[in-house]
């Protein structure tokens, strides 16, 4: 090897020297950290255009390396201006939701072990931590012990998962003959509710058993899942040679947080031997509250759960859990073991890809493991507590309120409401066009402040406005804010 090419491959391949590593690694911690402790100076709904961070950007790659300097001062300067800032205390839209600092640690160290949790031997310290991890999590929720869960990366995929194995479940040969050009196999059926999450939909479609084969069952004054409308449709349908064989109930939807009767529907599911999967994705963290234990009544004899430790338990994205009482039949959908993965402790152990689609899984368990250690079960149980307090404060002022009503109830930590002035108006149609734009406009003016961020849905045909409070930085002062906010929109609006 000539001297030139020994000195170029000494600068030139590799990674960033250990040096150079740790002096960033220190100085990005300290990013972080300044981040977090001034994150209410930002804006938090980004306030730029579509397009404005892509036009600031090269569209080649560079010929050559940056220093690090250079890329930092660019996340600065471009990134955090381009960034809707879902950590904000006042981020109260779609679901609020956080990191925490454990969760964060947990990211960095599985970034660095770069594991590809596939099988047990590329991954033992996964597999076994995800296991015993997600069994400390079934405990925290009182879910019984016939219940093992899986991670997956959202809720979308963990329902999809879910539903595939109850598909698996009806003997038809799916796996090995598929669905098309099948004049043997009848329409199989999946029945949710009205208002369940469009991640079903989605799983339904992915599946190949085509939008028909999902049947929407309505719902009570409350949104929640009508359980004779539920049994009424199964026994129609078949009649008429369809199969049922999946029912999803939601724990916590996402327009309202409304809770499916899922006591009342299992005897359903269990009279027509059919599986019940319950989507829990916000609202089953609750149940590590032991005085909120309830809202799983039933979930105990469901044959699946989804929960979304990144939606309500302080977990960086992504991290969804399914519980299964069946991963045989999870299994038996989705393993596939060529020669080159087959390693001599396969039947003695799990392996990750056995279980879904992914072969490679990122080490996902290690951020949760930290977060229940750092927070225990009572201190994540307290902040969750504390959301549902923070809810039941401001949906009071909405209740005590002449120019305010809820649109539904708060049995979490999400209020539906909207601005209710006194429109004088003589039609009705007319009337309900206007509050639906005041309510629009309003939210707008609140977005637009960059001091709090809300979102909305539609709740019986009218525009409904949702606070949703799910941040850990959360505290009564970030609420009675956007209550003053809100109100100041309103008078400037409505006068
Ligand atoms: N289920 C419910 C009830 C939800 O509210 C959501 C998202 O808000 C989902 C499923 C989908 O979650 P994910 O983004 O993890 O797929």
Known sequence: MSQTHEKLTKEKLGDMPAEEFRRYG?????????????????????QIEPGDLKSQLPSTPPEHGESMEAILSDVDRLIVPALTHWSHPSFFAYFATSTSAPGIFGELLSAAFDVKSMLWRTSPASTELEEVTLDWLRQMLGL?????????DTASVSSMHAIAAAREGVEQRIREEGMSGRRDLPLLRVYASEQAHSSIDKGIITLGLGQRSLRKIPTDKDFRMDPQA????????????????????????????????????????????????????YGGSAAIVPEMRHILEGCQRADSLVLNPHKWLFTPFDLSVLYCRHLDLLRRAFSLVPEYLRTPEQEKVRSGSDYGVQLGRRFRALKLWMIIRYFGHEGLAARIREHCRLAQLFASWIDASTDWELMAPTPFALVCFRACPLIKEEKDEVRAKRLDALNEAIMHGVNATGKALLSHTKLNDKLTLRLSIGNIRTTEKHVIQ???????????LAG
């Open 230 to 281: 539920l049994a009424d449709a199964i026994d129609e349908d078949k009649r008429n040679g369809i199969l049922p064989f999946c029912i999803v109930a939601t724990v916590g939807t996402t327009s309202t947080s409304s809770i499916d009767p899922v006591s009342d529907i299992i005897p359903i599911s269990e009279k027509h031997a059919m599986w019940l999967h319950v989507d829990a994705a």
């Open 482 to 492: 956007v209550w003053d906010l809100l109100n100041e929109q309103l008078k400037k």
């Open 26 to 46: 220190h100085e990005l911690i300290d990013w972080i950290a300044n981040y977090f402790e001034h994150i209410e100076e930002f804006p938090v709904l980004a």
């Open 144 to 152: 019984d012990a016939g219940m093992s869960g899986f991670i997956y």
